[in-house]
């Protein structure tokens, strides 16, 4: 469990399936997201998803909990070979919980963990250029913008769209602790 200041981040519990159905299946939530992540998203896709999640040891995913509720997700993807060492992290808040910096909060939490505990020397995160939301969390969380993919990424209508990369390295020095 990594406790944050506003929100904790706990492994993903089987009683979690309503929740995370609930929160998933949001056309708002799935807007900016790749289509690995599916929508609409069914019961049988939450059920898939706490297969996975429930066995990853250690944990990489993380449920984000505020206020006692189950409110969305984060988590790294820990890469190998010549890029050993360096992970990609993502996140997602189910609407009722966005605007209130829970997500700046989990992002710091994840990121602190993932170097103090994982050993991990550089978090990789893309965003879609309109998403300006979850590039202001990412920056509010210390990553760095590193440069823009154009024409990167196709969302869900078939628009294309530049991607922004951003990057945190251990050696950045930690963020200020303001939402």
Same mark, same amino acid.
């Given at each position: 469990?990594?406790?944050?200041?506003?929100? +904790?981040?706990?492994?993903? $519990?089987?009683?979690?399936? @309503? !929740?995370?159905?609930?929160? /998933?299946?949001?056309?708002?939530?799935? %807007?900016?997201?790749?289509?690995?992540?599916?929508?609409?998203?069914?019961?049988?896709?939450?059920?898939?998803?706490?297969?996975?999640?429930?066995?990853?040891?250690?944990?990489?995913?993380?449920?984000?909990?505020?206020?006692?509720?189950?409110?969305?997700?984060?988590?790294?993807?820990?890469?190998?070979?010549?890029?050993?060492?360096?992970?990609?992290?993502?996140?997602?808040?189910? +609407?009722?919980?966005?605007? $209130?910096?829970?997500?700046? @909060? !989990?992002?710091?939490?994840? /990121?602190?963990?993932?170097?103090?505990? %994982?050993?991990?020397?550089?978090?990789?995160?893309?965003?879609?250029?309109?998403?300006?939301?979850?590039?202001?969390?990412?920056?509010?969380?210390?990553?760095?913008?590193?440069?823009?993919?154009?024409?990167?990424?196709?969302?869900?209508?078939?628009?294309?769209?530049?991607?922004?990369?951003?990057?945190?390295?251990?050696?950045?020095?930690?963020?200020?602790?303001?939402?």
């Amino acid at each position: 469990m990594l406790q944050g200041a506003i929100c +904790r981040l706990r492994p993903y $519990r089987a009683d979690d399936l @309503d !929740a995370l159905v609930d929160a /998933a299946d949001d056309p708002a939530v799935t %807007r900016w997201m790749t289509a690995g992540f599916p929508h609409p998203y069914t019961r049988t896709d939450g059920e898939r998803w706490l297969a996975i999640a429930l066995l990853d040891d250690p944990p990489n995913h993380f449920a984000i909990e505020a206020g006692g509720a189950f409110a969305g997700a984060i988590g790294i993807l820990p890469r190998s070979g010549e890029h050993h060492g360096s992970a990609i992290f993502g996140y997602w808040l189910g +609407r009722r919980f966005w605007g $209130r910096g829970i997500a700046t @909060d !989990a992002a710091r939490s994840m /990121a602190r963990h993932a170097f103090q505990s %994982r050993g991990l020397r550089r978090l990789e995160a893309s965003v879609f250029v309109p998403n300006t939301a979850s590039a202001r969390v990412l920056e509010k969380a210390g990553f760095t913008l590193e440069g823009r993919l154009r024409q990167s990424y196709v969302d869900r209508t078939g628009a294309a769209h530049d991607a922004l990369i951003y990057a945190r390295l251990t050696t950045d020095p930690e963020p200020h602790l303001s939402p």
